[in-house]
């Protein structure tokens, strides 16, 4: 009978999220920021949008892998938004209904220093062509801090900032939504990896962005 | 200056989930299994795909809600995945490539008992319609046990439940990939489900259905 290879990510050392890393695992300590992510341009041509926006965006300094299912970036935060916002404000379209399901994580107990690309230098590359761009956008957010038995508060800080902000719309089932420019969404994304990377040791942000959705 | 509507989620009794229960919390303890999710079929006539799909998918057996973002079942579990299953299955069209995006949840601690329809019998009302289609999908999974230590034996139980089934296709950065017919998928997300509702106080298990895909 054949030998099955089984994941051991409940073993000290292994990882749970899923990255196979049995032996090196060192978590939050790699500094690492990664992002997930999948356009869905509802579309005839959105293999077109897609190859063209990922074709302009610039991801010098990320790591990055495409699969059949999604792309993923992973290196130092701010390197790794700017990516994602390049990416996605590249594919937009007037009038295309598009949404991009993405989940930044950071901290996964038995993450590695591999597949990653720390850059040295703070300098945005994919920013000052995208800053001055501007269109509505509507989004869903869910926040899952692991580990630790009181998760709840820094959820409801992440929701109470986006109330300070102006940009929440709703709580529902599961989730929060919110309602803003794409440049104030991308602001409150970096706000949450910022505070949840400095306050918790392993936490998954995910955030699905909706444009022009034909239901009102 | 306006006085402004904080959320509690970090007090006794408040939900994390989003929901905005402040008062009624009562979480695993309701019962309710939810999924909120997204269609997202890439072609012109996508509109004309979901809305199909929702008309003949029978919700008779679950609360439902439908916003600009999402859908979602709320109500027993198995009704919920039969639910979901017709949904998505209704919604295949040969060779159109079309994603789902589902967030099963079970147990967030504020959760209430309304917004919800719990059905007294265990008769599925899609199944029978549905059970016969087949057709392959590749799909991304992630478990978030929420609230305790020792959250990674219970993804590595699920991952290795996917190896025993076959369906497992690879491990990888903050997710697991699984490749199998629509109906092994369906079968596990039931198993996924079965397992943390009994062993978990509060989960939520993401997954994310592809089919048709261009990329090989």
Avoid at 66 to 78: A, D, E, N, P, V
Avoid at 80 to 85: F, M, P
Avoid at 156 to 175: F, M, Q
Avoid at 202 to 212: D, G, L, Q, R
Wanted: glycine fraction near 8%; charge should be negative.
């Amino acid at each position: 009978m054949e030998k099955k290879e089984y994941v051991t990510y409940g073993n000290k050392g292994a990882c749970g999220c899923g990255c196979g890393a049995d032996k090196e695992g060192m978590g939050n300590a790699t500094g690492i920021t990664g992002c997930r992510f999948s356009l869905s341009p509802m579309t005839d041509s959105f293999v077109e949008i897609i190859l063209d926006a990922v074709k302009k965006t610039r991801t010098d300094k990320v790591w990055q892998e495409t699969g059949k299912l999604s792309t993923i970036y992973r290196g130092r935060q701010i390197h790794v938004e700017d990516a994602l916002k390049g990416c996605f404000i590249n594919a937009y379209r007037e009038g295309v209904h598009m949404t991009l399901e993405a989940t930044y994580s950071k901290g996964c107990p038995g993450d590695i220093k591999g597949d990653s690309f720390m850059a040295a230098d703070d300098e945005l590359l994919n920013e000052p062509e995208i800053k001055d761009v501007h269109f509505p956008v509507a989004a869903k957010i869910s926040l899952y801090p692991m580990g630790i038995p009181d998760y709840m508060k820094y959820i409801a800080e992440v929701v109470n900032h986006a109330i300070d902000l102006g940009i929440y719309e709703k709580s529902a089932h599961y989730c929060t939504v919110l309602s803003c420019d794409v440049q104030q969404l991308f602001d409150y994304i970096h706000y949450v990896n910022s505070y949840c990377g400095e306050k918790l040791s392993h936490y998954i942000f995910e955030v699905t962005i909706s444009v022009n959705s034909p239901t009102k």
